[in-house]
């Protein structure tokens, strides 16, 4: 369970350093900010070189969300459940604090700003209200866990999964974006 767990924390703090980090670190340099399009790409790469690198190990659903719908389905013991939610809640916070560090560095950063942060109302990019971002959550969320269980399924072409997954991620994130920052979570 130790060797799962790890890679689980590793899988977690990369996806969350990746794509978190570039929206606080990348999206808006001037002239050359990767903007929504380059955070989005971001976090589908990261979940799909976690995915490659340890899901074999941990099974490697990154998220609490995805952790909660592969029980529900009867795809996670439940068992392992408790202990993958504190790991990847650990993990995501361990990675937010990196990140943090690194933000810190630069002239003028102010968590006041955001940090990647996601909301409604006057905490939304495009302004949307609190239903708009409810239905987006767990819309996208939904989404997202039916392409991780479709695509980790037994019948599914072996090996493919984490491009699947790692794909959906960024398209998700393109819908969501403007409308949460998303959290998918």
Not at 20 to 40: D, M, N
Not at 113 to 119: M, P, S
Not at 148 to 171: D, E, H, N, Q, Y
Request: aromatic share 10%; glycine share 16%.
């Amino acid at each position: 369970m130790a060797r799962k767990l790890g890679a689980e924390f590793f899988g977690t703090f990369w996806l969350v350093l990746a794509g978190c980090g570039s929206a606080v670190l990348a999206a808006g340099v001037e002239g050359v900010g990767i903007g929504w399009l380059g955070v989005s790409i971001a976090f589908g790469l990261g979940v799909l070189t976690a995915a490659y690198a340890v899901g074999h190990i941990s099974g490697g659903p990154f998220n609490p969300a995805i952790s909660l719908g592969l029980w529900a389905g009867r795809r996670f013991d439940a068992k392992e459940l408790l202990p993958y939610i504190v790991t990847q809640v650990v993990a995501a916070i361990a990675a937010a604090g990196v990140l943090y560090v690194i933000a810190s560095g630069a002239a003028g950063f102010s968590v006041a700003d955001g940090f990647a942060a996601n909301g409604y109302g006057d905490h939304s990019p495009g302004g949307y209200g609190l239903v708009a971002a409810l239905v987006t959550e767990f819309g996208l969320t939904f989404v997202f866990l039916i392409v991780v269980m479709g695509s980790t399924s037994r019948l599914a072409p072996k090996g493919f999964a984490p491009m699947a997954i790692g794909l959906c991620l960024t398209a998700i994130h393109l819908v969501g974006i403007p409308v949460t920052n998303l959290s998918v979570n």
